[in-house]
Antibody, heavy 125, light 107 residues
């Protein structure tokens, strides 16, 4: 059984960095691409970005300047760093898997097949 | 960026009825790379449909997807009590964007 378990601090202060980790069990992290998706309270879903075990990344242009997603293959984990947060970054953060491939200089990813349970991250002083 | 507009925002139905949810894209979705998810309160989204019409393993046959280009539809035949939830469409043909969601509530 494949499980994605997100973890991180319960509260982040404005202007600081939000850091979350997703631990994958039941499948090698080299099998898929790994994404972060967030959902502000009472609102819809927003894709943040993905990472591949090779280190390839792709980010939502609206967040690209503040986001870094990395992978630790030895721990079967991947992580999200979101810098300079504000109250607008308050959300439930989900980690999710997606199949994909790279051809020449471009990578393609598909639907989000498996999701973690979500980590609530309030941004408040 | 491809913008996805879902309609209606909320639909009130009775168990046993059929629901038709719409997702319209601001430009054509490449290769019909369009997925649908169901989200229950307090839970993560669950994949229902991908490739516009392919049902994910384990999803009941009462869920069906159709459409191409810019217009896509999710149909839920004979609503069961567990089907009352919020539904999102997602295009992955050009980066990733989600629609704003349609809530299916009990009348």
């Amino acid at each position: 059984q494949v499980l994605l378990q997100g973890s991180g601090p319960g509260l982040v202060k404005p202007s600081e960095t939000l850091s979350l980790t997703c631990t994958v069990s039941g499948v090698s992290i080299s099998t898929y691409y790994w994404s972060w998706v967030r959902q502000p309270p009472g609102k819809g879903l927003e894709w943040i970005g993905y990472v591949h075990y090779t280190g390839t990344t792709n980010y939502n242009p609206s967040l690209k300047s503040r986001v870094t997603i990395s992978v630790d293959t030895s721990q079967n984990q991947f992580s999200l760093n979101l810098r300079s947060v504000t109250a607008a970054d308050t959300a439930v953060y989900y980690c999710a898997s997606t199949a994909g491939y790279c051809a020449r200089t471009k990578c393609f990813t598909f639907q989000f097949g498996m999701w973690g349970q979500g980590t609530v991250v309030p941004v408040s002083s | 960026e491809i913008v996805l507009t879902q309609s209606p925002g909320t639909v009130s139905m009775s168990p046993g009825e059929s629901a038709t949810l719409s997702c319209r894209a601001s430009q054509s979705v490449s290769s019909n790379y369009l997925a649908w998810y169901q989200q229950q309160p307090g839970q993560a989204p669950r994949l229902l449909i991908y490739g516009a019409s392919v049902r994910e393993t384990g999803i009941p046959a009462r869920f069906s997807g159709s459409g191409s280009g810019t217009d896509f539809t999710l149909t839920i035949s004979r609503l069961e009590p567990e089907d009352f939830a919020v539904y999102y469409c997602h295009q992955y043909g050009d980066s990733n964007t989600f629609g704003g969601g349609t809530k299916v509530e009990i009348k």
